[in-house]
Structures are given as structure tokens and as C-alpha cells.
């Protein structure tokens, strides 16, 4: 007797989601969606191993009901949460993304699924991102492509980056690939984690992020990278925001939730900060009727720090690879700790 083949769910986006129909079995969940569904690409190794399951967040629960392994293509879906009662057999998920706070929801902490996440993927994009709006600002390219625009001929003195200090907050990959690269440019790095230290190896020191407004007024560039947890949410808020040195550029490229987004607002408007470079917010999109996008202080971009060409790829080939390994037994890669909601560093 053949064996039955493990049974994996994959969740993917759609333009339009289709009705649900609690009718309906998993089978006919995914082929009545599959036109519609924007699937990875590349899982044919998986598929010729494995029941393959495609639905978006209308069909998750009948596509879960069974299946041992979980694929959140559609890594910012809440729907886990709500179709958390079928999934009978579950015992890991793979999320395409760095952050999984949308998961870290009571019922799966205290289960035994094990979660993984992309770390690795978006590591030196972002760190690229961050070094890029580092010299957007001090260069003052916005306010050069204005009068190009205008047809004017402004010279002007600007910032050297050479010899400035960052604040980089969150040690995890993609903090620390953060410092290696702003390190390269010759800005002094400092880390703010959970557990102050010294001698690391990337950040040198590390100060204690429960203590930000006690230590974030020493430096020139505040760059956040913390995943979001209980303990990062509202992090940087209005007494944080005092703290900052005058002159100085914050950049978020973690989660819109760990800034206090009035707070900013009232702290750009009275000038205690010179710039904020945001590419993640509280609500997203970012509401049209926010006060930031008009702001000139403000640099604003859509989630797309970490977005290069060939992204999608390089996820879908990250699951295939773990998902061999699941298949095979074998230890999976980046394993979150889902009391922290991380991976943490060995």
C-alpha cells in the first residue's frame, strides 16, 4: 500500500478573492482559485513530492484541513488566525517574509508548529536602502532634483557621511548587515537590542533598547530594524523623539507600529529632527489624508526597502530548499522563536 504524500497548503494573494463556500473540500477550493491565485513560481520539485495545496485566505481553512505544512506566500494574510480551528495537522509554516508578527497570535505560540521565516533574503537590499537614504539626505538630492525640475541653478554645501554615528535598533540579519555597510562608509554603528553589551562583533557596543531615550540623542542617523513585539511597539515615541539630537535622520525600515507616527509628526513640525526617511507604517498604504505626505522632511516609500528585482525568486526558492529539508527530516533554516518572535542569533 502507497503511502499517502504529506500535504502542504500554500496561501497565495489574489486581484479579487474569491467567496468562500464552506461546501467546497480543498480540491475544489484550489482549482476553482487557481486562475486567480498569484502563485510562486519553482515548486515543481515540492509538488512531484508532496500534495500541493494553492487557495487564498477565503479557501485556507478547507486547504489546512490536513495538511501538515503551511507556505504563507501571502506572508502580511491575517486568515491564519481565523482558520487556526482546521488545521488539524499542522506542524510548521514557512512565512516569505523577515517579520512574523502577524502570526504571533496566543494559539500558535502555545502549539507545537514549528515557524520559519526568510531571514537571509532581504539582509542586504534593505542595508542598501538604508545606506542609499543616508546620502539621499546628507546630499540633499531631493531638494537638487527640485530646482532641476525648475530649471534652477542652486549651489549649495552639503553633509560629508564620513566620521557620522548611527544608531541601528534590532540586532538581528538584517541590523547587522546594516552596520557592516554603514561601517564600510565610515559612520560609527551602535546597536540597541534586547541585552546591552560590548564587543560585538558587528555593532561594537550594544545598548539596551528598553533604555532608547537614555542613549538616542548621541547620534546622527536612528535606524530601526526591530522586528515588532509586546516589546517594540510605540518603542520610539515622544520621549525618544526628544532625545534625538537636533539635525538628525530617522529611518524606519522595520514596522510601522514601533514609531509613534503623531509623535513624529509633532517632532518634524517643530524641527527636533531634520529628516525621516519611512518606508513602513502604522496603516499601509499610508492613508492619503497623512500629514507626512507632504511633508518636506519626509522621504516616503511603499514597504519596498527589501523589494529588489528577483525577490519573489529568491523566496520561493529559499521554501523549496527548506521544504526539501522538511520532507528529508532534516534540521529546517531560521527557526523563529515564537515566545520571542524572531530568530535569534547562535
Known amino acids: 500500500m502507497t503511502p499517502a504524500r ?15 463556500d464552506e461546501s467546497q473540500d480543498a480540491s475544489q477550493v484550489s482549482a476553482q482559485n487557481s486562475a486567480e491565485l498569484q502563485r510562486p ?32 506566500w501571502d506572508f502580511f494574510s491575517p486568515a491564519v488566525r481565523q482558520a487556526w480551528p482546521q488545521a488539524d ?5 514557512h512565512v516569505a517574509a523577515a517579520g512574523v508578527d502577524a502570526l504571533m497570535f496566543e494559539e500558535l505560540r502555545s502549539s507545537e508548529v514549528t515557524v520559519t521565516n526568510a531571514q537571509g533574503i532581504f539582509d542586504r537590499p534593505i542595508a542598501e536602502y538604508v545606506l542609499a537614504a543616508i ?36 540586532t538581528g540579519a538584517i541590523g547587522r548587515e546594516t552596520a557592516r555597510l554603514l561601517r ?17 562583533p ?16 548621541g547620534f546622527d542617523h536612528i535606524i530601526n530594524a526591530a522586528p515588532l513585539t509586546a516589546q517594540t511597539t510605540g518603542l520610539i515615541g515622544a520621549q525618544s523623539l526628544a532625545a534625538m539630537r537636533s539635525g538628525a535622520h530617522l ?34 498604504p499610508l492613508p492619503v489624508d497623512s500629514p507626512l505626505w507632504t511633508m518636506e522632511s519626509v522621504t516616503i516609500s511603499a514597504h519596498m526597502s527589501g523589494d529588489v528585482i528577483g ?32 530568530v535569534p542569533r547562535h
Open 202 to 217: 558587528d555593532f561594537g557596543t550594544v545598548v539596551d533598547s528598553a533604555q532608547l531615550p537614555q542613549h538616542i540623542g
Open 251 to 284: 529611518i524606519n525600515i522595520g514596522r510601522g507600529e514601533s514609531v509613534d507616527e503623531p509623535a513624529l509628526v509633532e517632532a518634524l513640525e517643530a524641527g527636533r529632527l531634520a529628516h525621516a526617511t519611512l518606508d513602513v507604517f502604522a496603516q499601509e
Open 311 to 342: 525577490w519573489r525568486k529568491a523566496l520561493a526558492e529559499q521554501f523549496v530548499d527548506n521544504a526539501q529539508r522538511w520532507l528529508d527530516g532534516a534540521e529546517l533554516k531560521n527557526i523563529v522563536d515564537t515566545a520571542k518572535g524572531y
Open 135 to 170: 546620502f539621499a539626505h546628507a546630499k540633499d538630492f531631493a531638494a537638487s532634483l527640485r530646482h532641476q525640475q525648475q530649471r534652477q541653478w542652486v549651489h549649495r554645501e552639503t553633509l560629508q557621511v564620513q566620521g557620522t554615528s548611527a544608531l541601528v535598533i534590532g
Open 89 to 93: 495537522a499542522l506542524r510548521w509554516i
Open 184 to 200: 564600510a562608509v565610515g559612520i560609527t554603528v551602535t546597536g540597541a537590542g534586547r541585552t546591552a553589551r560590548e564587543q560585538d
Open 41 to 72: 513560481a519553482g515548486l515543481e520539485p515540492i509538488e512531484r513530492l508532496a500534495e500541493v495545496r494553492y487557495t487564498d485566505a477565503a479557501g485556507l481553512g478547507a486547504a489546512l484541513e490536513g495538511a501538515q505544512a503551511l507556505f504563507l
Open 6 to 20: 504529506p500535504i502542504i497548503t500554500v496561501l497565495c494573494p489574489t486581484a479579487e478573492a474569491a467567496p468562500e
